[in-house]
């Protein structure tokens, strides 16, 4: 009998991200491996549907903003002076920054490029979007008590050092 999805274990699974019309946003070569169980190594209402699935089980979810990638929020959205980027900087590019409220590290990304400004926005560029969530467990197993106590999965699909 095949081991079920429950606290503590460790879960793969191949998986799909699409867009709301379908189209596939990502798509992983190798299926990802997570510990199951408030770890946040997927998003919350993705682990509570594999709750109780085994190896072969398959759904799709479709997720809203705030059970994947959040909201839109405007107020990530910087203008900064242009000497403040290197010569070469161009839209697409990414930069870590600190955020002016919060202070944490947060990844930007430049949306516009102009003789005096780089405008750089900290949004998840699927922040504010519905993405359908299709997946199939390829694999579950009791986790060990090193991953447990870690917090995340060692070996093949995991960490491997600290």
Partial sequence: MSTAIAKNTVVSLRYELLDAEGAVLEKADEPMTYLHGGYHGIFPRVEAELEGK??????VLKLEPEDAFGEYDAGLIR??????????????????????????????????????????DANHPLAGKSVQFSCTVTEVRKASHEEISHGHVHGAGGHHHH
């Fill in 79 to 120: 203008v900064e002076k242009r000497d403040l980027f290197p010569t070469n900087v161009a839209v697409g590019m990414q930069f870590h920054g600190t955020s002016q409220e919060s202070q944490q590290v947060m990844v930007y990304t430049v949306t516009d490029v102009t003789a005096d400004t780089v405008v750089v």
């Fill in 54 to 59: 085994s190896k072969g089980d398959a759904f």
